[in-house]
């Protein structure tokens, strides 16, 4: 297990998988979802997520779901985490460290699958802190999440964090250096 922070665009890395914070709703409106969308196709793409939720019904925080990566050719899959919660019954729509566990837990589950009956070598994720831009969760307390859920894995796999703000990137790696 490899864990590297990086800045730059998430949805530019080179990656088997990339993990876009997403919404209950899979709707692409802000955001790293934003800039997944204009990736990955825009309204085309947008339509396709819609399909995959009208077959799939209610997605809860937490829930992890695959999709293709549209006209992307810079990585295989697209793991869109729900993150916030959209939905109109919502009453929380910010996530919690236990969602944000499970989602994590799920997510690697489903590396795990696919790395395995693909025989994928050398797999390689980039993600963004979940739940920590809008969501308003410490990056700190996810960081440590996503360290101790990948590194129960077996997978030679290369986990790569990634920040859009140079400023937080900065802050974020002197810590890291010191722990």
Known sequence: MNFKIKFGNLVEAEATF?????????TLGSGVSYAFSQHCGG??????????????GII??????V????????????????????????????????????ALNSMLGIIEEIVQSEKIE?????????GCGVGGLSKEKIFLIIKSIFKKS??????LIYF????????????????
């Open 43 to 56: 309204d085309i793409y947008q339509k396709e997520l819609y399909k995959i939720k009208k077959s799939v």
């Open 164 to 179: 859009h703000n140079k400023k937080d990137y900065y802050e974020f790696a002197s810590k890291e250096i010191q722990n």
């Open 18 to 26: 990339i993990v876009n914070a997403s919404n209950t709703e899979l």
């Open 67 to 102: 999709s293709s990566p549209g006209s992307a050719t810079n990585f295989k899959y697209a793991l869109h985490v729900a993150v916030m919660n959209y939905s109109e019954a919502s009453q929380t729509p910010s996530p919690t460290y236990q969602q944000m566990q499970s």
């Open 60 to 65: 809860k925080q937490g829930d992890v779901i």
């Open 154 to 159: 077996e997978l030679d796999l290369e986990v």
């Open 122 to 130: 050398k797999p390689r994720i980039a993600m963004p802190l979940l």
